[in-house]
Every structure is written in C-alpha cells, then in structure tokens.
C-alpha cells in the first residue's frame, strides 16, 4: 500500500509538470541584413573531352571566364586555339592524358576556335563577349 501511495504521488507531479501550463515559444529574433556586397567574380566554366568530343563543342562566354578543359578519354588530346592545321597562338595545352585538365582566361572579346593537334577533327570555339 505504501508504494502504491508513492507511485500514485510520483504519477500526480509527473502529470502536472507534462501539462502544466505551455510556454510560449521564444520570439524570433531579427537577422541583420548582409552588408557584404559580392565583387564581380570570374566565371568558370568545364568542357569534356570525351569520345573524341569537345563537350560542349562551343560556348560564348563573359570576359574573364576561365575554361577548364577535361581529358575523360584514354589517349592524349590537345586543345590548340586555331583551326587545323594552323595554331593561332593564343593557347595550346600540348599533349595532356587522361584525367588531367587544362585552364585558360579568356580576358579579350572574339571567336577563338581550337582544335586537337593529335586528332584534327575534335574541334570546338570560345566566344568571348563584352560584359
């Protein structure tokens, strides 16, 4: 009878504090606008060399934007700016394997095709407009 009389107790505050009265939850506090402004950063965009593909084969990009070129294939590839056979200059990777990459800035307007010195029909172009 004694624990009956201790459980009863312990069951009666147990309940009172599970239903006492609900607080009300915390007021939201204000998040301060960011005062940061973003500066205008360089884009960066990929292409694929794969299959004996550029992929994408042509973008017209910002000035500024750096390409960042991908050799997914088993064999070596170039990305040569011209058109084949003739180098224009501007960039040339030379020879690069599978896995590696190649990065270029393109930091004036135009067209710049490219091509593979190895393979001459994997071919692509850059358009680089004003921003």
Request: aromatic share 10%; proline share 10%.
């Amino acid at each position: 009878m004694k624990y009956i009389s201790i459980a009863m107790a312990l069951s009666a505050i147990l309940v009172s504090v599970a239903c006492g009265t609900p607080s009300a939850p915390p007021a939201p506090t204000a998040v301060p606008a960011a005062t940061i402004q973003p500066t205008a950063a360089s884009k960066t965009m990929n292409i694929d060399i794969k299959l004996f593909t550029y992929k994408p084969d042509s973008l017209q990009v910002p000035v500024g934007t750096t390409i960042i070129w991908t050799n997914q294939d088993a064999i070596e590839h170039s990305v040569t700016n011209g058109t084949p056979p003739n180098p224009a200059g501007a960039f040339d990777s030379g020879l690069f394997t599978q896995g590696k990459t190649f990065s270029f800035t393109f930091t004036t307007p135009g067209d710049y095709p490219y091509f593979c010195v190895r393979h001459n029909s994997l071919q692509g172009t850059i358009k680089v407009v004003a921003q």
